[in-house]
């Protein structure tokens, strides 16, 4: 009887790819504060720098999250690739920029949006439709609009004049809801377990609705900071206390390139931290508009 000779390890590839992409995330988060220093003063420059920021953030998020999402579904499908690929040129066209920069973010704009309706259509096709069992383990059905999100804060921050402070206040905390709904439904899921699930569910959309406000009056500023700064912050915490998670799975860290696709999912919660960066941004913005 022959023995049978086993197939390649698939881990060492995984690790290069996170590497990689940590190793993005750091050079952004430098390039910020390049930014920082060496911009104009004032209202605008902030608003550019938080969206960029933001922009970033989101675009190495969906590059994680869909990568090891894909992966985990074995790329089956040739359009699994599209949201990674796409997610990858975002994030570099708004570190480094260039001519093909608004192609790039249109691109994504619409990836993002088309992803939605597949993972919706996914979802419907499946027996029993759209019911609790299949939103919680079918394709995430509003992961894919944060790559529209990055694509939007990248427009935004290359074309202030088309987009106002006033109108996206609004966008921003409608991105937030969608975000904590899609955390609260998985942390549903979960039977909130751990007491700190909760937070998704009520920092952001108190900051949604602070945020929202200001766009009305300035009065809001003050709470719309300190709930974004806190919802930045959570952006931060959710990955650590999701690696606690997988390291209560069975095998934990020891067996990391199955649990790592078990999740909880690492690279969810800094969307909340893209969001918040891009907000705290405009506020200077929304505060002059208003004075």
Same mark, same amino acid.
């Given at each position: 009887?022959?023995?049978?000779? &086993?197939? &390649?390890?698939?881990?060492? @590839? ?15 988060? @430098? ?55 796409? $997610? ?18 249109? $691109? ?30 079918? $394709? ?44 609260? @439904? ?97 506020? &200077?913005? @929304? ?5």
């Amino acid at each position: 009887m022959s023995r049978r000779i &086993p197939e &390649p390890s698939r881990r060492p @590839l995984l690790a290069v790819a996170v590497g990689s992409v940590a190793v993005a995330g750091i050079a952004e988060a @430098l390039l910020w504060r390049r930014w920082k220093r060496s911009a104009p003063a004032g209202a605008g420059a902030s608003a550019a720098r938080g969206l960029r920021a933001g922009a970033a953030i989101l675009a190495v998020a969906v590059l994680l999250d869909s990568g090891i999402e894909h992966y985990r579904g074995s790329f089956k499908n040739p359009a699994m690739f599209v949201a990674p690929t796409l $997610a990858l040129a975002t994030l570099g066209a708004t570190m480094r920029g260039g001519k093909a920069t608004p192609y790039v973010f249109a $691109a994504s704009l619409v990836a993002g949006a088309a992803g939605v309706a597949f993972h919706s259509y996914n979802i419907g096709k499946r027996a029993g439709g759209f019911d609790l069992l299949n939103l919680f383990y079918a $394709a995430p059905l509003g992961a894919p609009a944060a790559l529209s999100l990055a694509a939007s804060f990248g427009l935004a921050a290359d074309h202030p004049e088309m987009a106002p402070a006033r109108l996206l206040a609004p966008v921003m905390a409608l991105a937030l809801l969608g975000t904590a709904a899609e955390a609260g @439904l998985f942390h549903f899921r979960g039977a909130f377990h751990n007491p700190v699930m909760y937070a998704p569910v009520t920092l952001p959309p108190l900051a949604a609705v602070s945020l929202a406000a200001t766009a009305v009056t300035p009065a809001a500023i003050p709470v719309t900071r300190a709930a974004l700064a806190g919802t930045a912050l959570l952006g931060i915490a959710g990955p650590i206390f999701h690696g606690y998670g997988i390291h209560r799975n069975m095998g934990g860290w020891r067996n990391w390139s199955q649990m790592i696709l078990q999740g909880p999912p690492l690279p969810a919660p800094p969307a909340f931290l893209g969001i918040a960066l891009a907000g705290l941004g405009l506020l &200077p913005s @929304l505060e002059q508009q208003q004075g």
